[in-house]
């Protein structure tokens, strides 16, 4: 048995690496998987940068902001494994939704929920003189603040100007919503979930609903570490391969919750965890529980897969916004850190057939469809729709920056036109 | 300013650094304003114990604030593993103050200031090494349409743009982005 040190944060989505200890699929392929449950993603970061580490349960955009060198450790940092989709949620205070509701009645019945109702509270606020919103996500580095400035700017409110945006530890965003300290937050499970039992919160748009299928969690390890451990590394993607298409079935989801819910993982009850692991979400205390059997996605719809185009939309998100300040090649730099070579040779080991691609677009399929996998199978796949209708070409990857007119980028775009011809 | 969830050990690190000639301005734990009130206090100096969830927040301000950054020192109450220590030591301005002795405090403190005040050089020359390699990328590219449109051979497709930037006094790379951008509009 080799060892492997593998630290996690306290979330639904740790759920392939905890089945993966648990049931053994680690065990079966000779490792003696060490897991420690982490305070906050710096301190993850620093662990694994450090040497402390030698696999995380990260944020999909950390080990690329690490690469870029625009957080503070700059060690170059890699993944060959997806950890699943989806899995957030933007929740709202219900004072702020009340407020939202009487503003424009009918954009709050929709599904999915435009932020328009909140645009109109936003501009009454600063009639009245009244200080911004507030809202939080988990890290500046993370899906949760994409999807939430996201969702924002497709309403026409700029997250810079119009709201104030904060980084709260996941453990502490509900206390923060019922202090009125924020009036939002976007967050991994199951924290909306608690926010909608206290009653404090109701949940306005899943992330499975702002970008069908979107990538979310990955298993990250440090460049120079899986260039000298590549077996081990290897056989710890097969064991997470078998462990994801194992949590992924729908009659093991009451399974998973189970596990979970010990202190060793996510430490809540397992009849919180349950909701969104079986698809059956309650968006409000008062409300009836919707059914979205894709809230996580574990393995089918090549969950697992790292896409460099995902890895693409994520750098551009942080161009957007002004976290990446100088022009990159951005495929170049996505396939720096998403290596697609390294999970075809584990899927290969275990029999999961791979996608021969490595990059797809993004926001043109509606319904199910299928890609051809790099073994000839056919691999069935997932809606990929923005609840706004936007698409996403890795071909076209300046044009999809400069579309909105909601960003802030500080990049010169010439220069970066210039590298992405 | 201290933040950690246990005010035992926040007590007992507040009268460390008081011994140590230190004021401490304010003892945070698990609250959920801690943003506001670091804004409020402006402390010179930010203390917490490394396996605190708040230190993404924390992070995240001095980032926000990067004109006037204050140093953030970590400890960790567990010394004796190694990795451990250079994880803490790894972090933006950390060091260890394993068992919280009075009179390990002031040394630790200097110590942290000083790295942090190293790292924020580092960064800045990171930053400067990093444009020019990218600029050196977009002059190559200039070099090549030049190369390419024009018929030229490196050399004088390097002559070409440095007798532009010349005249018109400005960087070689302000012209090589306006070369680049010129032939996108042509294509």
Known sequence: MTPLRIGIIPLTDCAPIAVACERGFFRRHGIDARVTREASWA??????????????????????????GIDPLAVPTITA??????????????????????????????RPLPATALRRVIE???????????????????????????????????????????????PRMVECLESRTIDGFCVGEPWSSLAVRRGVGRIAITKLEIWSNSPEKVLAVRRDWA???????????????????????????????????????????????AGSLTGRIALAQDGE?????????????????????????????????????????VLD???????????????????????????????????????????????????????DGGTFDPRALVASLTRSPIASPRVDLGALAALNA | MIVDDRPERAEILSAALAHAGYTVVA????????AQRVFEIQPDVIIVDMECPDRDTLEDMSRITRDRPCPTVMFVDRSDDDSIRAAVQAGVSAYVVGGLHAERVKPVLEVAIARFNE?????????????????RKVVERAKGILMKRRGMDEEAAFRALRKMAMDRKVRLATIAREVVAASELLT
């Open chain 1, 124 to 170: 009454d606020d600063r009639r009245r003189g009244r200080p911004p919103l507030r809202f939080a996500v988990v890290y500046p580095f993370s899906s949760h603040d994409y999807e939430l400035r996201y969702w924002l700017a497709a309403a026409g409110i700029d997250p810079e100007a119009d709201v104030g945006l904060a980084v709260v530890p996941p």
């Open chain 1, 333 to 387: 730099a996505a396939a720096s850190v998403y290596r697609p070579d390294l999970y075809r040779e584990a899927a290969r080991d275990v029999g999961v057939s791979a996608p021969a691609a490595d990059v797809k677009t993004e926001g043109t399929h509606a319904g199910p469809w299928s890609l051809a996998g790099a073994d000839g199978a056919t691999i069935a796949m997932g809606p990929d729709l923005f609840f």
């Open chain 1, 227 to 273: 260039d000298r451990h590549r077996e081990l590394h290897r056989a710890a993607l097969r064991a997470l391969l078998e462990a994801a298409v194992w949590t992924d079935r729908a009659e093991n989801r009451a399974e998973v919750a189970h596990v979970l819910a010990s202190e060793r993982w996510v430490g809540a009850p397992a009849s919180l965890l």
């Open chain 1, 43 to 68: 301190s993850l970061r620093d662990k694994l940068a450090a040497g402390a580490l030698d696999a995380a349960h990260m944020l999909a955009p950390m080990p690329i902001a690490a690469t870029l």
């Open chain 2, 119 to 135: 790292f924020q050089t580092l960064r800045r020359e990171l930053a400067t090494a990093r444009s020019s390699l990218e600029e």
């Open chain 2, 27 to 34: 003892r945070v734990g698990g609250r959920a304003d801690l």
């Open chain 1, 289 to 329: 529980a919707v059914e979205l059997p894709d809230f996580h996605v574990f393995h089918r719809y090549a969950a697992t897969f790292p896409w460099v185009s995902h890895a693409a939309w994520l750098v551009l998100q942080m161009l957007r916004w002004g976290q990446l300040a100088r022009p990159v090649d």
């Open chain 1, 81 to 110: 494994f997806s950890l699943g989709l989806n899995g957030n949620a933007i929740t709202l205070s219900e004072e702020l939704w009340s407020r939202m509701r009487a503003a424009d009645g009918d954009a709050t019945a929709a």
